[in-house]
């Protein structure tokens, strides 16, 4: 074998030169070394995880990923048929310095690397969570008097909680925290229960008929006032406006989103209920608040309609209740219904967000796509 002349260790292979060879030995602490694995990643994350900036989130029973501050990763193991050989810099302990022969020391024999693989945060169980322990009235009145009992034989969530627990980067738990409308109350994350929300929505809107307020310029200070003089807590008052509003742009007013307020309303007429699509829409105007117009549209992904004889009714069907894995949520729609118009599933997919998986990629994956001729709607089955 050709020398290279370097001074041996890992430097001495790092250094090789094209159509250059060294010869190896083995170290003094040859072994398995079980602790040593060989992780493959790309510049980006090499990055991240030379400067800290990456964490292993799991249970015990669970496989671990690894977050970056934006991003989830799993973890898996890659075999590899050819010998890899695991060796240590000069300047480890036990290197022996071997300047006559130009040895480098091998430590180990890795017979794969691990790899890292971009997947969905796993959102589900943050769900699951949350919804144990909705913040209701009770709570508010010890909050009111200052009174932590509350707390007692309840299962809460503070943040650090949630990190060790959801499989999930910090951007993504956020993002997962504000879809279920959460919001941090003395320091744990909570859900609030949607007749205690209902109770807070409709005392807005009562005061902006009473203060002439238009539903597009609200100031913030004074909703917020006007609860808590009705007896909301502050917190809970701007967490209301912030779940059915939105700040407007260039201006210090907020205003309340026509979709999200009708749609609220919508839930709370239907319930669990099948009812006509004629009922529905008679019995859903009335809670409309005046100046915002319902349209059937505003429901994609919340309701379904299906046709009995003459009659067609609707019924809830809501995304947030699917789960967020692909698998499963193709799992419980095909379930729910064998057969799909795109018009129909569309909205019950377009949340879903799979790495280096396109919207017709996930189709064809877990799809079967069919037209009774060309110019007809396609019609989605199980695969």
């Given at each position: 074998?050709e020398?290279?002349?370097?001074?041996?260790?890992?430097?001495?292979?790092?250094?090789?030169?094209?159509?250059?060879?060294?010869?190896?030995?083995?170290?003094?602490?040859?072994?398995?070394?079980?602790?040593?694995?060989?992780?493959?990643?790309?510049?980006?994350?090499?990055?991240?995880?030379?400067?800290?900036?990456?964490?292993?989130?799991?249970?015990?029973?669970?496989?671990?990923?690894?977050?970056t501050?934006?991003?989830?990763?799993?973890?898996?193991?890659?075999?590899?048929?050819?010998?890899?050989?695991?060796?240590?810099?000069?300047?480890?302990?036990?290197?022996?310095?071997?300047?006559?022969?130009?040895k480098?020391?091998?430590?180990?024999?890795?017979?794969?690397?691990?790899?890292?693989?971009?997947?969905?945060?796993?959102?589900?169980?943050?769900?699951?969570?949350?919804?144990?322990?909705p913040?209701?009235?009770?709570?508010?009145?010890?909050?009111?008097?200052?009174?932590?009992?509350?707390?007692?034989?309840?299962?809460?969530?503070?943040?650090?909680?949630?990190?060790?627990?959801?499989?999930?980067s910090?951007?993504?738990?956020?993002?997962?925290?504000?879809?279920?409308?959460?919001?941090?109350?003395?320091?744990?994350?909570?859900?609030?229960?949607?007749?205690?929300?209902?109770?807070?929505?409709?005392?807005?809107?009562?005061?902006?008929?009473?203060?002439?307020?238009?539903?597009?310029?609200?100031?913030?200070?004074?909703?917020?006032?006007?609860?808590?003089?009705?007896?909301f807590?502050?917190?809970?008052?701007?967490?209301?406006?912030?779940?059915?509003?939105?700040?407007?742009?260039?201006?210090?007013?907020?205003?309340?989103?026509?979709?999200?307020?009708?749609?609220?309303?919508?839930?709370?007429?239907?319930?669990?209920?099948?009812?006509?699509?004629?009922?529905?829409?008679?019995?859903?105007?009335?809670?409309?608040?005046?100046?915002?117009?319902?349209?059937?549209?505003?429901?994609?992904?919340?309701v379904?309609?299906?046709?009995?004889?003459?009659?067609?009714?609707?019924?809830?069907?809501?995304?947030?209740?699917?789960?967020?894995?692909?698998?499963?949520?193709?799992?419980?729609?095909?379930?729910?219904?064998?057969?799909?118009?795109?018009?129909?599933?569309?909205?019950?997919l377009?949340?879903?967000?799979?790495?280096?998986?396109?919207?017709?990629?996930?189709?064809?994956?877990?799809?079967?796509?069919?037209?009774?001729?060309?110019?007809?709607?396609?019609?989605?089955?199980?695969?």
């Amino acid at each position: 074998m050709e020398e290279s002349g370097s001074s041996g260790g890992a430097e001495a292979v790092i250094n090789l030169g094209l159509g250059s060879s060294v010869p190896i030995s083995y170290h003094p602490c040859f072994g398995p070394h079980e602790d040593l694995l060989l992780l493959e990643a790309d510049d980006n994350l090499v990055s991240d995880i030379f400067n800290g900036r990456v964490t292993l989130r799991g249970l015990p029973d669970e496989d671990a990923v690894l977050c970056t501050k934006s991003k989830t990763y799993a973890i898996k193991f890659v075999g590899n048929s050819n010998s890899m050989f695991l060796i240590p810099p000069s300047n480890s302990p036990g290197f022996i310095q071997d300047d006559a022969h130009g040895k480098v020391s091998v430590i180990k024999l890795a017979p794969g690397n691990m790899e890292l693989v971009e997947v969905s945060p796993k959102l589900d169980k943050l769900k699951q969570l949350l919804l144990e322990s909705p913040f209701g009235p009770g709570e508010v009145d010890a909050m009111m008097m200052d009174d932590d009992g509350s707390e007692k034989n309840r299962v809460l969530y503070t943040w650090s909680d949630l990190v060790n627990i959801i499989q999930a980067s910090d951007e993504e738990l956020l993002k997962g925290l504000e879809s279920l409308s959460a919001i941090e109350i003395d320091g744990y994350w909570r859900v609030i229960d949607e007749s205690y929300l209902d109770m807070i929505l409709r005392m807005l809107l009562n005061n902006c008929v009473l203060n002439s307020w238009s539903f597009d310029d609200l100031d913030k200070e004074e909703v917020v006032s006007s609860l808590v003089a009705d007896e909301f807590p502050t917190k809970l008052a701007g967490h209301c406006l912030r779940v059915f509003g939105s700040e407007v742009k260039g201006t210090n007013k907020w205003k309340l989103e026509p979709r999200l307020v009708c749609l609220h309303f919508a839930r709370q007429v239907l319930r669990e209920e099948k009812m006509r699509v004629e009922r529905f829409m008679e019995e859903w105007k009335k809670k409309i608040p005046e100046g915002m117009e319902e349209k059937f549209e505003m429901l994609e992904g919340e309701v379904l309609t299906e046709r009995i004889g003459i009659e067609t009714r609707v019924y809830t069907f809501s995304v947030r209740s699917l789960p967020s894995t692909p698998a499963e949520r193709f799992a419980v729609l095909f379930k729910h219904r064998p057969k799909w118009e795109w018009k129909d599933l569309e909205p019950y997919l377009r949340d879903l967000q799979v790495p280096r998986l396109s919207m017709e990629g996930l189709l064809l994956k877990y799809t079967r796509r069919a037209q009774s001729r060309p110019d007809a709607e396609p019609i989605f089955s199980a695969r």
